[in-house]
């Protein structure tokens, strides 16, 4: 069973930056495209970021471009977003998203199958 744990969030002021970890068990995330997605408070589930199995392609959504990274260290089974420059926009519940090889670019939650159980992220004025 393919489980993943979300940890690094926080809360921080604006122009600072965080470091979020998704790290799996039960697998090895090398087969793996990994995404990031976020849900504020009476919005909907939004992609953030993603990573593909094979060679590392990446994408982002327009609004992080620039400021946020994401990555991949195979051998500690965990994917980063390295997340600068925040904003309090970028405040929310962010979620770790896996699914098996997958394609590129995965933007929709419904093309993962694994989900965390989040982390707050809370960036203040």
């Known amino acids: 069973q393919v489980q993943l744990v979300e940890s690094g969030g926080g809360l921080v002021q604006a122009g600072g930056s965080l470091r979020l970890f998704c790290t799996a068990s039960g697998t090895t995330l090398n087969r793996y495209t990994v995404g990031w997605f976020r849900q504020a408070p009476g919005k909907e589930r939004e992609f953030v970021a993603t990573?593909?199995?094979?060679?590392?392609?990446?994408a982002f959504e327009d609004s992080v471009k620039g400021r946020f990274t994401i990555s991949r260290d195979n051998a500690k089974n965990t994917v980063y977003l390295q997340m600068n420059s925040l904003k309090p926009e970028d405040t929310a519940v962010y979620y770790c998203a896996a699914v098996r090889w997958g394609s590129f670019p995965s933007t929709r939650a419904p093309q993962y199958d694994y989900w965390g159980q989040g982390t707050q992220v809370t960036v203040s004025s």
């Open positions: 990573i593909y199995w094979s060679g590392g392609s990446t």
